[in-house]
């Protein structure tokens, strides 16, 4: 089946700075890519879809200046969590859908955690 | 707004016993509906979709257009199903994607 992964898979910082983070389609092209945030009682929320070659379009409530993405390629998307804030700690998952299907393949998740 | 409901954030069976999770979703047109699980410590991963009416691991789902439900069944639940169980539609007409807030289904042996 399809891979997706993401990198790195557990990332700590301090409060101000940037992380990023990256979600690869490993064996397929992927023209969307999916953000979500995963909260500590395991309700999903779906951040932004990023398509390739063009602009991210965000959930309601979802600050575009805070989670920059960028969907450079078809194999790579990155989310960018700028200015982090003990708040942002969470666990980030991305996900990839081909060109043909609906169904998304996951990526493993990053545990972000802002000191 | 589009809505998927999952009413249980929480079902515990007993092994053996039928298991069902609910999920409701608003109309819109000819939605496909999906469900995905994660077991511990792994990712997400789709379990089964609408149109291709599989079973996998035991699991059937039907889609109800007249009660707009989506509920995930098995006749007799196994311990390793014990996982968290996400319904999500896609919304093809204006491509969205929405989620229920998920169901931790527990197998108690």
């Known amino acids: 089946g399809a891979v997706v992964s993401q990198h790195p898979s557990r990332v700590i910082c301090k409060s101000g700075t940037s992380v990023k983070i990256e979600c690869r389609s490993l064996?397929?092209?992927?023209?969307?890519m999916f953000w979500y945030r995963q909260f500590p009682k395991k309700s999903l929320m779906l951040m932004a879809t990023?398509?390739?070659?063009?602009?991210?379009?965000?959930e309601q409530g979802v600050e575009k200046d805070k989670f920059l993405i960028n969907h450079a390629s078809l194999t790579l998307s990155t989310l960018t969590v700028t200015s982090a804030h003990p708040e942002d700690s969470s666990f980030y998952i991305c996900?990839?859908?081909?060109?043909?299907?609906?169904?998304?393949?996951f990526g493993p998740g990053t545990r972000l955690t802002v000191l | 707004a589009q809505r998927v409901t999952q009413p249980e954030k929480l079902l515990s069976v007993f092994k053996g016993a039928p298991v069902e999770l609910k999920c409701n979703y608003s109309?819109?047109?000819?939605?496909?509906l999906f469900w995905y699980v994660q077991y511990s410590r792994q990712r997400l991963q789709l379990l089964l979709r609408?149109?291709?009416?599989?079973s996998i691991k035991g699991f059937t789902a039907d889609l109800n257009k007249g009660e707009t439900s989506f509920h995930l069944k098995k006749p007799f639940a196994q311990e390793e199903d014990s996982a968290m169980y996400y319904c999500?539609?896609?919304?093809?007409?204006?491509?969205?994607?929405?989620w229920g807030l998920g169901t931790s289904l527990a197998v108690n042996p």
């Open positions: 999500e539609k896609y919304a093809g007409n204006n491509r969205k994607l929405i």
């Open positions: 609408h149109i291709s009416r599989e």
């Open positions: 996900s990839a859908r081909d060109v043909a299907g609906r169904i998304q393949f």
């Open positions: 109309y819109s047109g000819s939605p496909e």
């Open positions: 064996d397929f092209q992927a023209t969307t």
């Open positions: 990023s398509n390739e070659g063009s602009k991210a379009t965000y």
